[in-house]
C-alpha cells in the first residue's frame, strides 16, 4: 500500500502532498512513513478569518499530490465515494492535480444501489459527499476537450485489503 503511494509521489517528483488524518486513511502511520521518507505533509485546513483563507489557500496551491480514504467504491461505473469532515479534509480530493484514493477491498459495492441501501443516511452524516470517476471533462471552451478543468487531473485508486493495513 504505503510503497505505491511512494511510487506515485516519485514518479512525480512530489516532495509536498496534502491528506487526511492519519486515523482516516486505511494504511496506519502512513502521513508518519512518508515523512520519514523525505516527503512533507502540508497542512490544509482552512482559517475561516478571510485574510488566513486566501494566504492558506495561495500555499496550498503547489502541492501537487491529495491522498483521501474513501467510503466507497462503485464496481459498475468505477467511481469512488467520498466523504468529507473534520480530519478529512476536501482541498486534499480537489485541489491537488494528482489525487490517490486509498480505497479498503470489503468497501466495493456492486452500483450505487447497492451502496446507498447500506449507506441511506450518507449525505446526512457528512459535510460533503462526492461521487468521482476520474478527472473531470469538458468541452465547453472552443468544443475543445480538457480534462482536470474541476479538480484533478489525473485519479489513482489503490485499493487496500487486510494484509495491507
Partial sequence: GY???CDILTEHQATLFMS???EFLPI???NTELAQRGFQRQDSTISNEPADRRETLLALADVPIGITGALAGLAD???IVVSCGDGRGRLASLLPPIHIVLLETHLLFPCIADFVQAHPDAAKQTSNLVFVTGPSRSADIEQTMTLGIHGPKELH?????AADK
Fill in 157 to 161: 485508486v489503490i485499493l487496500i485489503t
Fill in 20 to 22: 487526511w488524518r492519519d
Fill in 3 to 5: 510503497l505505491r503511494v
Fill in 77 to 79: 461505473t468505477g467511481s
Fill in 28 to 30: 496506519r502511520g502512513l
